[in-house]
Nanobody, 122 residues
Framework: QVQLMESGGGLVQAGGSLRLSCAAS????????MGWYRQAPGKQRELVAT?????????ADSVKGRFTISRDNAKAKNTVYLQMNSLKPEDTAVYYC??????????????WGQGTQVTVSS
């Protein structure tokens, strides 16, 4: 069974930085893309950033130039990071890790982490 374990959320003042991590575990043979999404109270979940196994990245316009996604594809790691700089109060949300097109010995599917809270105070 595939699990995504997130860490790194917390409370920070506007202008500060946080780094989120998400490690995928299980009998994983390959993951296509990994990424981060967020959901603020009363709003729909939205894409923050994604990165493919080849290193191609995609960012929401609202975080371009402030957030950087990276990925460790080394064997048995499958970890994705989100470096968040120049944080704004509007970045406050629950951040969810996603692993897309995960191939294991017996399955193919998409998975979500449990979410980690990021709160930016003004």
């Amino acid at each position: 069974q595939v699990q995504l374990m997130e860490s790194g959320g917390g409370l920070v003042q506007a202008g500060g930085s946080l780094r989120l991590s998400c490690a995928a575990s299980g009998s994983i043979l390959r993951i296509n893309a990994m990424g981060w999404y967020r959901q603020a109270p009363g709003k729909q979940r939205e894409l923050v950033a994604t990165i493919t196994s080849g290193g191609s990245t995609n960012y929401a316009d609202s975080v371009k130039g402030r957030f950087t996604i990276s990925r460790d594809n080394a064997k048995a790691k499958n970890t994705v990071y989100l470096q968040m700089n120049s944080l704004k109060p509007e970045d406050t949300a629950v951040y969810y890790c996603n692993a897309d097109h995960v191939v294991t010995r017996g399955s193919l599917g998409d998975y979500w982490g449990q979410g980690t809270q990021v709160t930016v105070s003004s």
